[in-house]
């Protein structure tokens, strides 16, 4: 019963740092960059991958719970990519494109 209390003690606070610990284990310029293009967005996730020479990271920004935003940032904090994730609208009618 004491290693559930201790556990539950000592986790408790790690559930909180989700979302800031993905953006806080980047490099300092990917995370500068990020934070200027994800405006209202929380980083959901990231990984990284090689390109060349450069690590590449990829960042999932969400707003309101839904994805939004993928960034591709070099490890010296240049912009590569920037896709929006929502589904675009065709014509005025509002379907979406297929």
Known sequence: ????????????????????????????AVQETVDAEKGDGVVKSSESYSWGDITIYRIEIDVDNVPTLELHVAENGKLVRSDRLQPEKDGEDGAEAN
């Not at 003690?9 to 740092?17: E, N, S, W």
Request: proline share 7%; glycine share 8%; no cysteine.
């Open 1 to 28: 019963m004491r290693w559930i209390a201790f556990l539950f003690l000592v986790a408790a606070p790690l559930f909180g740092f989700g979302q800031d610990a993905v953006l806080h284990s980047l490099p300092q």
